[in-house]
């Protein structure tokens, strides 16, 4: 059986895992930093740095202790170090590299963004062995990553074999959600408040625009001009002072359900439009973003409509996480490991 430690500090998470070579999670923790950040309404890359720092150590102990194992019993140590923020990489690297020159145990080296779709293996993998069942392979597949600081899509030919097709051109969905959140006035993160207070709005409230939709070839996304939409029509065109504006709830809750329902209209259209231009026909999703409700009704929808097959990370793998950075087992088999000088890549 191999075993190999995870571990993942890209932005405001700082996660550790134990998996094995047949996906089996042996022990998995994670320390939120989402009270550091609140009173910010985002992450602050300092603050998340320094919390990182705090975290690290017990995290990792208390996870061997999960997994009831040593550092001894390792036969590797990954981590991701690309993409996020360069502090936070940092000191996931920095001891990653620690472990495994203290120990001489191969390092490797993750995306964070294939992880997220990696993910969904994973969760695979873990219902198949409950139902004593053999597991079925995602791949080839169109990965979607829908999260706080990215939305991408990619023809994933295999575990280690991503091509991008394309990715948003200005602000993530998640980041829109969280200032959208703002604007409302409602708490970080963005994307559990928008949800809850669009439970009883009306989605057709305000028509607010799906940009690029109409552009089948061009599988970019862009949420900036939603999110300007929502500011007009909550202020006015110009107008930067928010504290004098009143909104009932009832407002509040039609602005969030339509500017969800125009945020999720884009991901599904766009995302149909890779199913369609590659001729592929299993789509994989993770990511924050993917844990929002509505998303997930439509995407189900939109999977039935245009019969193709989806798998979306279950909740507790969509935030970030180490367990995903079980793709690492598929570069332990391929053999690529890497050297102590490795640097990070942040976005």
């Known amino acids: 059986m191999i075993r190999i430690l995870t571990l993942e500090t890209t932005c405001d998470e700082t ?3 134990v998996v094995t070579d047949q996906l089996e999670v042996l022990g998995a923790m994670v320390a939120s930093q989402d009270d550091f950040h609140r009173q910010f309404g985002g992450v602050v890359p300092e603050i998340a740095s320094r919390a990182h720092l705090e ?3 017990p995290v990792i102990e208390a996870t061997l202790c999960q997994a009831r194992i040593s550092l001894d019993d390792l036969d590797a140590v990954s981590v991701a170090n690309r993409p996020g923020l360069a502090g936070a990489l940092l000191v996931g ?3 990653a590299k620690a472990i495994c020159l203290a120990m001489d145990k191969p390092l490797i080296a993750v995306n964070h963004l294939q992880g997220h779709i990696y993910a969904c293996r994973v969760a ?3 219902q198949a062995a409950a139902q004593n069942d053999d597991c079925c392979d995602i791949f080839p597949c169109i990965g979607l990553i829908v999260s706080g600081g990215h939305t991408s899509l990619y023809r994933c030919a295999g575990p280690i ?4 097709l394309g990715s948003t051109i200005d602000d993530a969905a998640g980041e829109a959600f969280d200032k959208v959140a703002s604007m409302l006035g409602l708490p970080y993160p963005g994307g559990p408040s ?6 009883v709005g009306n989605p057709k409230a305000h028509r607010f625009p799906r940009a690029m939709l109409d552009d089948p070839q061009r599988l970019d996304f862009s949420f900036s001009g939603l999110k300007t939409a929502v500011r007009y029509r909550i202020a006015g065109p110009g107008r930067t002072d928010f504290s004098q504006i009143q909104l009932s709830q009832q407002e509040i809750a039609d602005l969030a359900a339509s500017f969800q329902e125009a945020a999720v209209d884009v991901l599904i259209g766009k995302t149909v439009q890779a199913l369609r231009k590659t001729g592929m026909s299993t789509l994989c999703i993770g990511g924050g973003v993917a844990a929002n409700a509505r998303f997930r009704e439509k995407m189900a929808q939109a999977a039935e409509e245009h019969g193709f097959q989806l798998h979306i990370a279950p909740l507790n793998l969509c935030t970030d996480n180490a367990v995903m950075g079980a793709i690492a087992v598929e570069r332990y088999r391929a053999g690529l490991f890497e050297p102590l000088d490795l640097d990070v890549f942040p976005t």
């Open 15 to 17: 996660a550790a895992a």
């Open 194 to 199: 928008i949800q809850r207070a669009a439970i």
């Open 161 to 164: 074999d991503f091509e991008p």
């Open 93 to 95: 690297l920095a001891t």
């Open 124 to 126: 695979l993998a873990q």
């Open 55 to 57: 975290q690290i150590l």
